[in-house]
């Protein structure tokens, strides 16, 4: 609840206009029954027209104000509700952008979307329910009773009793709709998850011809939800059934006890109609409210699993610090000076790594220096710890053991955002969001104009962009899946080239790539990124030839530090590797 009242603080006033309006609302439907009495009691039994007109126009006039009012209530709660989905939604996302990838992995992408969108609706929907149907219901109540009352005290009293079985009734059925409800929110989280899985990878599914199994899959999870919710609906028409029931013995018991009472002279004809108003009225609105409150367990679940995000203390924080002498268009005469003598732009010290849950280190006493105009090379079996070097070094994790000083700072001391500024990183899975190609670079650099682009297109070795016929307005779909491997990745390392950095990583980022296309790319790029530090990480020893140093990873530990030269003179694991590699002793340059 608290959660929901923080996000309401801010709409505290929009919230009262609403509440009023609603109650003025009930007030109008409550003042129509008892014109009606009048109406037939004195207009009807003495044929006075005037009188009978009269309280029509009260009528109409009350029906119009309670009308415009229910209108006016109904548009504010749609205000509100949007208001405050749009905000959960962004502090959702804006929390999301904090986490750890470890973080996130708690949760799992399904989770995180059906929190985002569908749990964020129905706390938006229960919100607008409580304001409409639940809030008014008191009110109902004891204006209804006491209308009653001032009837015949014998019929008020039998009001209270249908109104308190009702409210009992209520609690019975809320307590097991709560378990229901809870179940049917993490079978649509299973269900989001499994549906994802098998949308994103459809291809893999059909070439290894597994349609049979995973429909299984899908359908177990449809059906465990559709069961569920058979359940959920269950409960609601049993409630709306018990609900209607106790009305018809409601109205009977009136019409019944109501016709002894004008017998003794307590009550006239037209207060058995405003009373049966007043009791369908009030059961209406307590079984309105009895819908919403089952619903409300669910949306308990909803809160709690929006809280659990909001609440989740990121793994990995910012450091109050700034980074020293990091790269910057106003870079002093002194900066440029000490670059070109190779300072050091990434150290690791002593790094030893392992994944949060992994038993095993990932990586082990690692102890390098990547510097200023310079290329370093990082070579290594499938999972021997490459991409986890570059992970560790735009913190998408925090080191075990050691440390990781990038421009000198140790990257725990700064901000995650600053030590990213003066990264640019190609990720070993090339990533394109939908948008246009355009679109994709200004990710790294807002600023850029299309000259900028297309010079650097043509460092990526990207000028099929050109052949495309709406060029750097083309089309791109989500993930980039109408281009191939090696035009992702020439686009990807577009993107990065885009930014001005200290340092840029390509992870694994020109394995798609020609052997003549990769030489040409590493030629331009030479040019292209001569004042930064370079970190190529490869598993091609053609691609890393020319660097400066080149680092051999075996199982997380560097086995080998040198030049190609020294390696193969050296390091029998570098010479495997680039034996394995060569055609007659020679690399494929
Ligand atoms: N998120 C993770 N949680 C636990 N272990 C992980 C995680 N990511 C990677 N690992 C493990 O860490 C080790 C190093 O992984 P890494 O991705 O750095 O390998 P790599 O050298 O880049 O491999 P490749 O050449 O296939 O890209 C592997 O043994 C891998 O199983
Ligand atoms: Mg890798």
Known sequence: MKMIFRFLKPYRWLCFFTILVMLLDVAGGLLVPRLTAD?????????????????????????????????????????????????????????????????????????????????????????????????????????????????????????????????????????????????????????????????????????????????????????????????????????????????????????????????????????????TEYSIMILFYIIMAQMVIILLPRARVCICRIREVLEKEPEITDGPGMMRGGTTDAQSGSERAEKAVGKETVCFQNVSFRFPDADEYALSGLDFVCRQGQTTAVIGGTGSGKSTIAKLILRFYDVTEGAVRVNGTDVRDISQKELRSHIAYVPQKAWLFSGTIAENLRQGNEQAGEDEMRRVLKTAQADFVSGLSNGLDAHVSQGGTNFSGGQKQRLSIARALMKKADLYIFDDSFSALDFKTDAALRRALKKEVADAAVLIIAQRINTILDADQILVLDEGRIVGCGTHGELMANCPVYREIAQSQMKGGKANV
């Open 39 to 275: 109406m037939i009691n004195i207009g009807v039994e003495s044929k006075n027209l005037d009188y009978i007109i009269g309280k029509g126009i009260a009528m109409l006039a009350v029906t119009v104000f309670s009308g415009a009012g229910a209108l006016l209530g109904s548009w504010l709660c749609a205000d509100l509700s949007a208001k405050i989905g749009r905000d959960m939604r962004n502090a959702v996302y804006d929390k999301s952008l904090t986490l750890s990838a470890h973080d996130f992995a708690q949760f799992g992408t399904g989770s995180m979307i059906t929190r985002t969108l569908n749990d964020i609706n129905i706390i938006q929907q229960s919100v607008v329910w409580c304001i409409q149907m639940v809030l008014p219901v008191p009110a109902v109540c004891v204006m209804g009773v006491g209308m009653a009352f001032a009837i015949d005290t014998v019929m008020g009293f039998l009001l209270i009793a249908v109104t308190v079985l009702i409210i009992v009734l209520a609690v019975l059925v809320t307590r097991r709709a709560s378990e229901i409800f809870g179940r049917l929110q993490k079978l649509l989280d299973r269900m989001n998850v499994v549906l994802r899985e098998n949308m994103t990878g459809v291809r893999v599914i059909r070439a290894f011809c597994k349609e049979r199994a995973e429909e299984q899959r899908m359908r177990k999870a449809f059906e465990d939800y559709a069961d569920t919710s058979i359940s959920a609906n269950l409960l609601f028409a049993g409630l709306e059934s018990a609900a209607f029931f106790v009305i018809n013995i409601c109205i009977v018991s009136i019409l019944w006890i109501g016709g002894d009472r004008i017998g003794a002279g307590y009550m006239e004809i037209g207060d058995i109609t405003a009373l």
